[in-house]
């Protein structure tokens, strides 16, 4: 039996399609969960996607951040669940108290949209199909995508190998120290600003780089079962 | 009963019982944008003097921007032009919310362009963030998902100080909007021009996707159907051209003095659109819908006349049942209210409750207002009383049509007569290289990413191109091969110096657009953006560019399937430049072998489609270099644009082009470096063979032609096609290297051009 991947969608999240077609790329089940569900449905892992979860009010994240969906999954990540927060997600998962620091409007004010390129830097349950120090190139698409942390907090993520994935260029949106994904301390939660789940077919992307980041929690779950 | 106001003790609603015993009440109609034989006819019509309720409807309803009164005559050319055969896949065509296309295998597309352009330049962000909304719940209003935006902006001189705050705003309320709905951006335009320095051009060009079956018309039929207003609440914002309406002289009702007044351009909540449309699409599939109608302009005035005008009966509203965001709005303000994200639908009564359930889940707020009756008129009620009884046809159709006076202005031969014949052509390479780089630099031919890195293009993954592509290209769905191409274009320069010429060859440009995505055009959709109709020079370029477009689509077999009209766009005086935006729907039968823009690989033929002459009256060339606005626009032959883009669909079907990219402004000079730059590769070209000199042969703009890379084992292939079909075609090089090296001039390194392409507009926007 394939892996089942929950896929959560908020009023005004906009990538879960997206998410929920890398996942089923990967070659793994994807399961709709709704912002009010509070039951799991025995999911493996989970997405939390991007967008503008409920237009973004009161601060990027924060209301989706506490939702009824997110105790279950703030729960199963504490036990170990791989969680990838995508953009708006990784937002949400900052605001959940998952992952340390903020994300912040970007330094030149405005929306960027445009493909980057990734300093793969960590071998974490959504990394671990990558060597350490691959490039990749997937696309960026934020106004508040600045992440942000204090000092003592920077070098503890530095150096606990949490920085994910780093800006392979100075990031264009003035995240501190150029970082672009973190993750928690046992490698199991990562967010990153972004966008794997659009490059996962030439087709429609800048390549199938984001795709590894599917398959790697794959390899992980399998092993695991 | 009627309606005490508290405070006062006095009647606060003007019944119609009571317009009925008051025929000497004087009423605001002039204010209100109505001339006084129109007030009389309204008079006529209905026998005794409106109600303040009813004199809003018709007011706004009667207003050029709803009526199209000054429009009406010279638009029905369109239909007139329409064949049976070009009907043949329209599912629904003008007077719809948009037309909709069969595209085959249980697949519709319906798409339309539709103009902000006043409310932008009172309000840039808010103003265009809203015309992307309500051109999004037209779609909607189909029973379609909306699936892409495109917009084509105008402003002033990228230095002028007001472009600072216009385009800045604008391109940030597009993004705002649509990046938050999650429709990718697939591009458009942005033309810079000093007639648009006081009047911007905002056009919102939006693209949906449906099943055949779930195609919805806007109707109330059915005697019992409860009429339902879903979405957003109702407010005193965007009562708009009407904003009398919120003064304390417009009847008796309201708080009186001190009574705030909101602003006339609306504000957008992206994300209340966003929940709707997810709300609606499981309204349709789950065929909980008999008809519905957007909210957009003239708010329930519009939608419940323009409903109950197309249905079989008669219908009931009832205010007080409208969920409403302000205290103490009157009915007139209710029913002109513009407030954004408000749908409204036709229910059978046994689905009121699954119908209210599915807004419940999506947290949208719903009420029953009303229902089908068997009678003739629209009915409406507040406090009880009836306070609107009218035919809805005399309201949402029957409104006045003007022919106005229109005369080719005598200036018209001077203009043309401006040639440029006496302008000093560049000679040597050096000088053709310098001005090659002169124009890739300025302002109007300068990389347009500052613009579109502000664009989502990549959400919902289904967009396989986007600008600096000549066409959008989406996948219609995941499950499907198929796809479509969309382009959005308007050389108003050439419209300005011969309107009819200008605007065939806006339709020419969009076709040849699509065409270089290999997909097939089918559709068109206008928005025709125009100065005062009551100045006869104006009258007479919007009359020669709807029948120079009409013919131009029958010749081409394509129809026109909606659109949309925007008068008085002028600066005291100053009209625009006459701007008839075209855009062109193209259907890809497999979105794997459209062809991709640009150069193709190294060692790839370079071909160039099509004949080049002497045309550099109204070029990029003139205006960048020579400030020179004068003469006669290219040459537009439909015949041989339609053979140029059969070639494009042939070879993309048969895998002969690995690159694509027309030529339009800039010529094939300004195409060369966007292929190298868009690539980041160079190419050794010749110039085409012939008489002309180097800059002609570099600058013109002569239309139906196109810039091809072939690889080489299709360069046969693509000769036999090309000599088959009658297309002229020459090969002028070879993909490859780090410059751009053009026989004759001097060498350009591409990471100079790739710099110089995108320095200009940063420059000065991020200064």
């Known amino acids: ?42 999911v ?152 794997p789940e659009h490059a996962i077919d030439p087709l429609t992307g800048p390549g199938a780089d984001g795709l590894g980041l599917f398959t790697s929690v794959l390899g992980r779950l399998t092993a695991a079962a | 009963m009627t309606v005490q106001d508290q405070a006062t003790g006095t009647p606060s ?135 892409a935006v495109m917009d084509g902006l105008r402003v002033g001189p990228l230095d002028a100080p007001d472009t600072a705050r216009v385009l800045p705003g604008v391109v940030s309320g597009v993004g705002f909007y649509g990046n938050c709905l999650g429709l990718p951006n697939l591009g458009g335009e942005v033309v810079f021009d000093p007639t648009y320095a006081g009047n911007p051009l905002v056009n919102a060009l939006c693209v949906g996707v449906l099943r055949t079956e779930d195609l919805h ?106 969920h409403l965001r302000a205290e103490g709005m009157t009915p007139a303000e209710i029913l002109s209210s513009e407030s954004q994200e408000r749908m409204c639908a036709v229910v059978t009564p046994e689905n009121v409750d699954a119908f209210m359930a599915v807004c419940e889940r999506w947290d949208v707020t719903a009420r029953v207002i009303g229902e089908v009756t068997d009678g003739e008129n629209l009915r409406i009620h507040a406090g009880g009383e009836v306070v609107v009884d009218v035919p809805p046809r005399t309201v949402a159709h029957d409104g006045p049509v003007y022919s106005r006076p229109y005369a080719r202005p005598a200036s018209q031969d001077e203009l043309q007569a401006l040639t440029t014949t006496g302008l000093a052509r560049p000679v040597g390479p050096a000088e053709l290289a310098e001005q090659i780089v002169t124009l890739a630099s300025s302002p109007q031919l300068a990389s347009r990413a500052w613009v579109t890195e502000q664009y989502d293009r990549y959400v919902r993954g289904n967009t396989t191109a986007a600008t600096p592509a000549d066409a959008g290209v989406l996948r219609l769905d995941e499950s499907s091969d198929r796809g479509i191409a969309l382009a959005i274009d308007c050389n108003a320069r050439f419209c300005l110096l011969d309107p009819r010429e200008g605007a065939r060859l806006a339709l020419a440009e969009a076709v040849r657009n699509v065409a270089a995505s290999g997909a097939r055009p089918v ?61 062109v729907l193209g259907l890809v039968d497999d979105v794997h072998r459209a062809v991709r823009h640009g150069f193709g690989a190294p060692g790839d033929a370079v071909w160039l489609l099509g004949e080049t002459a002497d045309e550099l009256d109204g070029s990029a060339w003139a205006g960048v270099v020579h400030d020179h606005l004068g003469g006669r626009p290219p040459r537009c032959d439909l015949a041989a644009e339609a053979r140029l883009a059969g070639v494009m669909a042939e070879g993309a079907a048969r895998g002969l082009f690995s690159g694509a990219h027309d030529l339009s402004d800039g010529g094939l000079a300004q195409t060369l470096v966007e292929c190298a730059v868009d690539s980041r590769i160079g190419a050794a070209v010749t110039l085409p063979p012939g008489e002309l000199d180097p800059a002609a042969a570099l600058f013109s703009e002569s239309a139906a032609r196109m810039l091809v890379s072939v690889p080489a084992a299709a360069e046969a292939d693509l000769a036999r096609l090309c000599v088959e079909v009658g297309q002229p075609a020459a090969r002028l090089g070879e993909v490859g290297g780090d410059t751009l090296a053009i026989d004759g001039v001097a060498p350009l390194d591409v990471a100079e051009l790739v710099i110089a392409h995108a320095a200009t507009l940063p420059s000065v926007l991020d200064a």
């Open chain 1, 1 to 42: 039996m394939s892996a089942r991947i929950g896929v959560i969608t908020f009023p005004g999240t906009l990538d879960d399609v997206d998410a929920a077609r890398a996942v089923r790329y990967a070659g793994a089940e994807a399961v709709s969960l709704w912002h009010r569900d509070t039951d799991l449905q025995g």
């Open chain 1, 44 to 195: 493996d892992a989970v997405v939390v996607p991007g967008g503008f979860s409920y237009g973004d009010y009161l601060r990027a994240g924060a209301i989706a951040a506490r939702s009824p969906v997110m105790g279950p999954v703030v729960d199963a990540a504490r036990r170990g669940m791989p969680v990838l927060g995508i953009c708006n997600g990784f937002q949400i998962l900052c605001e959940a108290g998952l992952l340390p620091g903020a994300l912040v409007r970007n330094t030149g004010l405005r929306f960027i949209c445009r493909e980057i390129r990734l300093r793969v830097e960590a071998d974490t349950a959504w990394t671990s199909g990558f060597e350490v120090g691959t490039a990749i190139t997937v696309p960026l698409k934020s106004g508040e995508g600045r992440f942000v942390a204090d000092g003592e907090t920077l070098d503890r993520l530095e150096g606990e190998g949490r920085v994910v994935f780093r800006y392979a260029e100075p990031a264009p949106n003035g995240a501190l120290r150029d970082i672009a994904g973190i993750s928690s301390a046992d490698g199991r939660v990562v967010g990153l600003m972004p966008h």
């Open chain 2, 13 to 147: 609603l003007d019944t119609v019982a009571n317009a009925a015993a008051t025929p000497e009440h004087e009423q605001p109609y002039a204010a209100l944008g109505l001339r006084d034989e129109e007030y009389a006819r309204i008079r006529e019509i209905l026998g005794r003097r409106p109600t303040d309720a009813e004199l809003a409807m018709y007011s706004v309803m009667w207003s050029e921007h709803c009526s199209y009164k000054s429009s009406k005559v010279h638009l029905r050319r369109f239909g007139e032009t329409t064949t049976e055969e070009m009907r043949r896949h329209l599912l629904a065509g003008i007077g719809e919310n948009a037309g909709v296309v069969d595209v085959g295998d249980g697949w519709a597309v319906t798409f339309k362009i539709e103009s902000h352009n006043h409310p932008s330049y009172v309000e840039p962000h808010q103003g265009a963030a809203t015309g992307v909304g309500g051109i999004v719940r037209d779609i909607m209003a189909m029973g379609a998902r909306p699936v």
């Open chain 2, 217 to 322: 018309l806007a109707f109330a039929s059915g005697v019992g159907n409860k009429i339902v207003l879903f979405g957003a609440r109702t407010g005193l914002d965007g009562i708009g051209g009407v904003s009398v309406l919120a003064s304390e002289t417009f009847g008796e009702g309201g708080e009186g003095a001190g009574r705030k007044k909101l602003p006339s351009v609306q504000v957008g909540d992206p994300f209340a659109e966003k929940v709707l449309i997810e709300c609606c699409l499981e309204l349709y599939h789950a065929g909980l819908v008999v008809g519905i109608q957007d909210l957009g302009g003239a708010g329930l005035s519009c939608a419940t006349s323009e409903l109950a005008s197309a249905g079989d009966g008669g219908m009931e509203i009832d205010l007080d049942q409208v």
């Open chain 2, 523 to 583: 559709a068109v959709s206008d928005c025709l953006n125009f100065g005062s109709p009551e100045d006869p020079a104006v009258m007479w370029q919007f009359a020669e560019a709807v029948d120079g477009l009409a013919l131009a689509c029958a010749e081409l077999g394509i129809p026109v399937t909606g659109g949309n009209v925007s008068f008085y766009n002028q600066t005291a005086t100053t009209a625009i430049l006459p701007t008839p935006v075209v855009g």
